[in-house]
C-alpha cells in the first residue's frame, strides 16, 4: 500500500516570535494600568514597565513586518502570526503615537487654571500628594502666557447666581462625574466656597487635582477652576479639557436650577385694640 507524502511548508520563525513578543507586550501594558489604578507600586516603576511594553510592541512590529518578506519569497507558513503581531502592536502604539504627536504641538506644562493672577490654592490636596510630586504652587506667569497662547479657551465663569447656587451646581457635577472629593467648604458671607476633588485620566489612571473656588463677584458670583497632574512636567492637554468640560457643565447646571425664592417678610400682627367698658354708667 502506497502513502501519500503531503509537503507542508514550516512556519516563519520570525512570525512566531513576532507574536510572541506582541502578546508579551499586551501583558505588560496591561500589568502596568493595573499596578497604576490600584497603587500597587509607585508610579515610576509602572510608567517604566509600561515603556518597556510598547519597546517590545515596537520589535514585534519589526520582526512581523520581516516575516512578511520572509514569508513571500520563501513560501513559509506563518502568515496568521504575523498579522497577529501586527494587529497587537499597533493597537498598543497608536494611542503613544497620538499623545506623541499631542506633545509636539501643544506647551509643556501641567497646570491649568482660568484665574492665573490669583490661582485657586490647594489645602487639603496638598497634604495628600507625595514628596516626589509636582509643587503645588502655580508655577507662574511663564506657565500663564504659555497656557493663554494654546488654550485661549480656559477662562472664569460669571454667572448671574447666588454663590451657594453656583457652588450646588459644581458640587452636583463633581459627584456625578464620580471624583474623590477630598474637601468642600460651602460659600458664606467673606468666604469664597471651595471644593477639592481627585480625578483620574481615562486610561492609566493618572491621579490628576482639582480645586473650583466660588466667589461672590458685584454682577453675581464668579467660579475659577484649577487641574494640575501630580507627576511630569507634560500633561498632553488633559487637565485644559478636564477644565474646559467642567466649566460648561458647571453652567449647563446653574442654567437649569431654579432661582432662589426671595425671602418674604412676614408682617407682624398687630396688637388688638382695647375693649372699651360698655358697662360704663
Known amino acids: ?23 508579551f507586550a499586551l501583558a505588560a501594558a496591561f500589568l502596568s494600568i493595573i499596578i497604576v489604578r490600584w497603587g500597587f507600586l509607585e508610579i515610576k516603576p509602572a510608567l517604566t514597565t509600561f515603556g518597556g511594553a510598547l519597546s517590545f510592541a515596537g520589535v514585534a512590529l519589526l520582526l512581523a513586518l520581516a516575516a512578511f518578506v520572509v514569508i513571500w519569497r520563501e513560501g ?20 503613544p503615537a497620538y499623545l506623541g504627536y499631542k506633545a509636539y504641538k501643544l506647551p509643556w506644562i501641567y497646570d491649568i487654571t482660568t484665574d492665573p493672577i490669583d490661582p485657586p490654592r490647594y489645602e487639603a490636596l496638598a497634604r495628600l500628594r507625595p514628596r516626589d510630586a509636582n509643587p503645588v504652587a502655580y508655577a507662574g506667569l511663564y506657565a500663564a502666557e ?13 454667572e448671574d447666581t447666588s454663590p451657594q447656587q453656583a457652588y450646588n451646581a459644581a458640587l452636583a457635577v463633581i459627584t456625578k462625574r464620580r471624583w474623590t472629593i477630598v474637601n468642600r467648604i460651602p460659600p458664606v458671607p467673606r468666604r469664597d466656597g471651595r471644593i477639592e476633588a481627585v480625578a483620574r485620566t481615562a486610561i492609566m489612571g493618572f491621579r490628576e ?18 487641574s494640575s497632574s501630580r507627576y511630569g512636567s507634560f500633561d498632553f492637554g488633559s487637565n485644559a479639557s478636564r477644565v474646559q468640560a467642567l466649566a460648561d457643565d458647571i453652567d449647563a ?9 426671595p425671602v418674604i417678610p412676614v408682617p ?3 396688637a388688638p385694640a382695647p375693649k372699651r367698658n360698655q358697662d360704663r354708667r
Do not use: C, F, N
Open 1 to 23: 500500500m502506497l502513502r501519500r507524502y503531503i509537503h507542508v511548508e514550516p512556519t516563519s520563525k520570525l512570525a512566531i516570535w513576532a507574536r510572541r513578543m506582541a502578546l
Open 76 to 95: 513559509l507558513q506563518g502568515m496568521g502570526y504575523a498579522l497577529a503581531a501586527i494587529g497587537i502592536s499597533v493597537v498598543l502604539l497608536a494611542y
Open 146 to 158: 504659555l497656557q493663554r497662547s494654546a488654550y485661549p479657551e480656559v477662562e472664569p465663569l460669571d
Open 209 to 226: 487635582d482639582v480645586v473650583v473656588r466660588v466667589r461672590a463677584s458685584e454682577d453675581g458670583t464668579r467660579v475659577d477652576i484649577r
Open 253 to 261: 447646571a446653574i442654567g437649569v436650577q431654579k432661582p432662589d425664592a
Open 268 to 270: 407682624k400682627k398687630a
